[in-house]
């Protein structure tokens, strides 16, 4: 984790789409670390990394108690909503183990559900940040700002020789 200042580099544009349908463009700043010369992009609170719609609208169509998907206010294709979907029944084992793990490195205490199997989702997302509007964005914001958050490109190694 970067302690120490990050200077401003520059910046980037950033896609937006909000619930309604709407697009509109962020420009995120670039900010890189003087110890680690790690460059990080300052989020808002609206997005989530790698998701181009707000946080709000994910958090619509995860939610553990939303049982109609398809009547949901957001303006998003099918086949996006059910990516959301996927991407968050398998993010959220993750999520509570980087939770734990943060909270562990802070002294804090920790709740210490069985299993996302054993729970329901909404006990063990309320255990952690509770379940008021906003819980998505208060379930990734520790796991970003710790590097907990898991990448989800790879890199190509062209230095390696095929045997």
């Not at 995120?28 to 790698?50: F, G, S």
């Not at 996006?80 to 029944?89: E, K, P, Q, V």
Request: aromatic content about 8%.
């Amino acid at each position: 984790m970067c302690r120490e200042k990050l200077n401003v580099i520059g910046s980037r544009n950033r896609i937006w789409k909000q619930m309604n349908g709407n697009r509109s463009n962020l420009r995120i700043r670039r900010l890189k670390c003087d110890d680690c010369l790690t460059i990080h992009h300052e989020l808002p609170d609206i997005l989530i990394p790698h998701k181009h719609y707000d946080a709000a609208s994910i958090e619509a169509v995860v939610h553990p108690q939303n049982k109609i998907k398809d009547r949901l206010p957001v303006g998003a294709e099918s086949s996006t909503l059910s990516r959301w979907i996927r991407w968050f029944s398998l993010w959220l084992a993750n999520a509570i183990r980087c939770l734990q793990a943060i909270m562990l490195r802070y002294f804090m205490q920790v709740p210490n559900p069985s299993s996302p199997r054993d729970s329901s989702v909404l006990q063990l997302i309320g255990e952690f940040v509770g379940i008021e509007d906003g819980w998505l964005t208060r379930l990734v914001r520790p796991i970003v700002n710790t590097h907990s958050w898991l990448q989800t490109r790879f890199a190509y190694l062209s230095s390696l020789k095929r045997s």
